[in-house]
């Protein structure tokens, strides 16, 4: 199989129906060649129902993966990837922030890399605060790390073999990708970068972004720098 499609899922039900429906559409072309993960991060609502509805659809493969405790996206995709069996790993949020408008394109040059990073045209979908904590994750990760690439908090594609040989990936909402990344780029693995749209929510609001959670994610970067370190 050539790539699964991993979908964290939190507390969607007003949604869930409508933009899975968009994932599925966006993935019909690949065939029997695409897996779509649903994992549902212990969602109260009633998004684990919906998704046994969405279960039932076989136009292409879909799979669940129910989480026990809510732990966030990072652990979510991890989750979602170790269940895949795509030869690349792909994530997208539930809430459509990437509408697949240059997949195809991404598509066809995955056998030239290792990692494809989409990074955002601009940020005019985030409020300001949200915006402005972006460019600034961003900024620290890139001179912490010592990365060049414009934003790693999108979506990525990745060789699926190389995330399976990693020692240590960061679960912090902003700081999972970035882990991924720095370790790609370390290891000198074939790295695209590209740019699409950035479209904002139609449903509920987004689920990080406060104090606590940059707080956190600057811990999880000195936490990434200091295995960095162990490992060289």
């Known amino acids: 199989m050539l790539l699964s499609v991993i979908i964290p899922i939190y507390n969607e039900e007003n949604n869930l129906k409508k933009n899975i429906e968009f994932h599925i559409k966006a993935l019909l072309y690949l065939g029997q060649n695409v897996e779509l ?20 659809d076989k136009r292409i493969i879909i799979k669940k993966k129910l989480l026990s405790r809510n732990s966030g996206a990072g652990k979510a995709i991890l989750d979602g990837f170790k269940i895949s069996t795509g030869k690349y790993v792909f994530h997208n949020s539930c809430d459509l922030a990437y509408r697949y408008e240059n997949f195809k394109e991404l598509i066809n040059n995955l056998p030239d890399y290792d990692l494809i990073i989409i990074s955002r045209f601009n940020r005019e979908a985030n409020s300001k605060w949200r915006a402005a904590t972006s460019i600034t994750w961003n900024y620290l990760s890139r001179k912490i790390l010592g990365l060049p690439y414009r934003d790693m908090n999108f979506v990525q594609f990745y060789r699926k ?28 693995h074939k790295i695209l970068e590209v740019q699409s749209t950035f479209h904002k929510r139609e449903f509920n609001k987004a689920k990080y972004g406060n104090i606590k959670d940059i707080l956190e994610n600057f811990i999880s970067l000195i936490k990434i720098k200091i295995n960095e370190f162990k490992n060289s």
Do not use: G, Q, R
């Open 161 to 188: 073999e190389y995330i399976n040989k990693m020692s240590y990936i960061s679960l912090s909402p902003a700081s999972f990708t970035v882990s991924l990344i720095n370790y790609f780029y370390k290891k000198k």
């Open 37 to 56: 993960i649903l994992v549902n991060d212990a969602s109260t609502d009633n998004t684990d129902k919906i998704i046994d509805e969405i279960l039932l």
